[in-house]
């Protein structure tokens, strides 16, 4: 062989090598996904959209549906987003515009932290300090467990894209003689607004597949929504409890109900791409791709 | 007050008359971090006339310029010393809000930098709106005016709508110019404003800046000596950090008294 086939030769193992590794890291995801359609698909239907659970009954037979656990993971998802995404901002514009000093920097470090935090630790801190001082599971601590685990997310998304906003917009605006805060919220903010939705979405995304921080806090529940002081349902608790049970007929619903939930999930990813698509930034579409 | 002693210091053109005075500079040196970017400057800008600093790259023309408006201090590790006087009163002295100083002394950038997110209406509107001082229907008039002197309305009177940043290069700049009258500042800084520009957008800017010192008092940075020639009345050559030789435009390139001036207009280096 001579050195030129050679070379060439290594040019092609090289890139045989990376495709390679790409069907390896492929074939999982899609066997889950295909997993997921396949035994999943059968049981969606209206009633099994809407109707609360049955108990367990034979083949053939109705056995209810999984509407409390969606209704349960939509009402998490809003009031995280109440309670989260005001204070995940505010601590990025914080970290982004005032944090030139040592606040800044160990707020960073433990930012990042709590963002590889176990979320199991989070459920069990939220139930001690939540659930056992208000004396009941509830939607309001779930909220909190799962605030806990999208703000860090949402803060250094924040940080990211208003670090993208050139510093001649700032100086603009000051030289204006407008105050530090109003350039900010008028300026600032809204010129990374496409960053700051993205990082809201995925963070969103995220918290949608929690599980361990629920089982100590909302618990999980077969009724619909009961109040704010009751237990309540949601998709990855009910997916849960249903693989987990004896019952073929439930362990079918549980198929069911996490295909919903990946299909909830990948509609918030296809907002995110909607959201940076809207104006052509690169920047901020390549934010998205790193905070997944 | 200043001692009339402070005044004599400074190296005004001969015919300075007290009242016309609008800014004065009195021993201002400016630091980055460790680094020493002006030394000790003393100069007077006239009221109701255009003032160009210039001198080769790094000189400090540009940190002059924004120690008149304390946009100096944004800058972290910067710090400065000396006074910088504002009809006759220190702008750095304690009780001084920088933010209201900002108003009074407004800005012209290198590069056209309009709002992105904000149309070409909301871009002059914006000074007015986002310190809270108008709304509402004289806003219309305001803005207008604005654009008109600074010679942009005719072009952008049908297009008030469209992104700030929709239009041409030399119409941004003419827009930031409106965005800084709409606040009616009494002296507008322009930091190299037709750097960024082609020829022909760098005429229109060159009129217009000979034609707002009616209204305003101009001071412009630039390191271009024809453009210092055609539109200032007074010039101001720094180098090195350095105040080397200040006097009206006309003395300074038809007889400068330094030798390091001379070499510099005349293009023998910088």
């Given at each position: 062989m001579t050195s030129y086939t050679y070379?060439?030769?290594?040019?092609?193992?090289?890139?045989?090598?990376?495709?390679?590794?790409?069907?390896?890291?492929?074939v999982p995801l899609v066997s889950i996904l295909f997993e997921v359609i396949a035994?999943?698909?059968?049981?969606?239907?209206?009633?099994?959209?809407?109707?609360?659970?049955?108990?367990?009954?034979?083949?053939?037979?109705?056995?209810?549906?999984?509407?409390?656990?969606?209704?349960?993971?939509?009402?998490?998802?809003v009031l995280t987003s109440l309670i989260g995404i005001p204070i995940g901002v505010m601590s990025g514009v914080f970290l982004a515009?005032?944090?030139?000093?040592?606040?800044?920097?160990?707020?960073?470090?433990?930012?990042?932290?709590?963002?590889?935090?176990?979320?199991?630790?989070?459920?069990?801190t939220v139930f001690l300090a939540v659930v056992l001082s208000l004396g009941h599971f509830s939607p309001i601590a779930g909220a909190v467990a799962l605030s806990f685990i999208l703000i860090?997310?949402?803060?250094?998304?924040?940080?990211?894209?208003?670090?993208?906003?050139?510093?001649?917009?700032?100086?603009?605006?000051?030289?204006?003689?407008?105050?530090?805060?109003?350039?900010?919220?008028?300026?600032?903010?809204?010129e990374a607004g496409s960053g700051l939705v993205t990082g809201s979405l995925l963070?969103?995304?995220?918290?949608?597949?929690?599980?361990?921080?629920?089982?100590?806090?909302?618990?999980?529940?077969?009724?619909?929504?009961?109040?704010?002081?009751?237990?309540?349902?949601?998709?990855?608790?009910?997916?849960?409890?249903?693989?987990?049970?004896?019952?073929?007929?439930?362990?079918?619903?549980?198929?069911?109900?996490?295909?919903?939930?990946?299909?909830?999930?990948?509609?918030?990813?296809?907002?995110?791409?909607?959201?940076?698509?809207?104006?052509?930034?690169?920047?901020?579409?390549?934010?998205?791709?790193?905070?997944? | 007050?200043?001692?009339?002693?402070?005044?004599?210091?400074?190296?005004?053109?001969?015919?300075?008359?007290?009242?016309?005075?609008?800014?004065?500079?009195?021993?201002?040196?400016?630091?980055?971090?460790?680094?020493?970017?002006?030394?000790?400057?003393?100069?007077?800008?006239?009221?109701?006339?255009?003032t160009a600093i210039i001198g080769p790259s790094g000189c400090g023309k540009s940190t002059f310029v924004r120690c008149?408006?304390?946009?100096?201090?944004?800058?972290?590790?910067?710090?400065?010393?000396?006074?910088?006087?504002?009809?006759?009163?220190?702008?750095?002295?304690?009780d001084v809000d920088p933010v209201l100083i900002r108003r009074r002394v407004g800005m012209v950038f290198q590069k056209p930098n309009p709002f992105p997110t904000m149309s070409i209406y909301d871009n002059v509107a914006a000074g007015l709106r986002l310190t809270g001082v108008k709304r509402?229907?004289?806003?219309?008039?305001?803005?207008?005016?604005?654009?008109?002197?600074?010679?942009?309305?005719d072009e952008v009177k049908d297009d008030l709508k469209k992104p700030g940043t929709s239009i041409s290069g030399g119409q941004q700049q003419r827009l930031c110019i409106a965005r800084a009258i709409a606040l009616q500042p009494e002296v507008i800084l322009m930091d190299e404003p037709c750097s960024a520009l082609d020829p022909t957008a760098t005429a229109k800017i060159e009129e217009l800046i000979v034609s707002l010192k009616q209204n305003y008092t101009v001071v412009i940075v630039t390191h271009n000596m024809q453009q210092a020639a055609r539109v200032s009345d007074f010039t101001a050559f720094l180098y090195l950090g350095e105040l080397i030789e200040y006097g009206s435009t006309k003395d300074m390139f038809e007889n400068p008294t330094s030798e390091i001036t001379e070499k510099y207009i005349t293009g023998k280096f910088g």
């Open positions: 070379r060439k030769f290594k040019n092609r193992l090289f890139f045989v090598l990376c495709l390679g590794c790409v069907i390896i890291a492929v035994r999943g698909a059968p049981q969606l239907s209206l009633q099994f959209l809407t109707q609360p659970p049955q108990p367990p009954s034979l083949p053939g037979q109705p056995a209810g549906g999984i509407g409390p656990a969606i209704q349960g993971t939509l009402i998490l998802i515009e005032y944090g030139n000093n040592k606040y800044a920097a160990v707020t960073r470090t433990i930012n990042d932290v709590l963002t590889e935090f176990p979320s199991i630790v989070v459920g069990i860090p997310i949402v803060a250094r998304t924040t940080e990211e894209s208003l670090k993208l906003v050139p510093n001649s917009t700032r100086e603009a605006s000051l030289a204006l003689g407008v105050r530090r805060w109003r350039t900010i919220v008028s300026v600032v903010l809204p963070a969103v995304a995220r918290i949608a597949g929690e599980t361990a921080p629920l089982i100590m806090t909302i618990l999980g529940s077969q009724y619909f929504f009961q109040g704010f002081n009751q237990p309540m349902d949601a998709l990855p608790l009910r997916i849960w409890r249903d693989v987990t049970s004896p019952y073929p007929s439930q362990i079918a619903q549980g198929w069911g109900a996490a295909l919903v939930l990946i299909l909830v999930v990948l509609s918030l990813n296809i907002g995110v791409r909607v959201a940076t698509a809207r104006r052509s930034n690169g920047a901020h579409a390549r934010l998205g791709e790193i905070r997944k | 007050m200043i001692g009339d002693a402070d005044i004599e210091k400074t190296p005004a053109a001969s015919d300075s008359a007290l009242s016309s005075e609008k800014m004065q500079t009195i021993g201002l040196s400016a630091w980055f971090g460790e680094k020493r970017a002006l030394k000790n400057i003393s100069l007077t800008i006239k009221t109701n006339s255009v008149l408006n304390r946009m100096h201090e944004l800058v972290p590790g910067a710090r400065m010393s000396g006074r910088v006087l504002l009809d006759g009163r220190d702008i750095y002295k304690r509402g229907k004289s806003l219309d008039d305001i803005v207008r005016q604005s654009l008109e002197q600074a010679t942009l309305w």
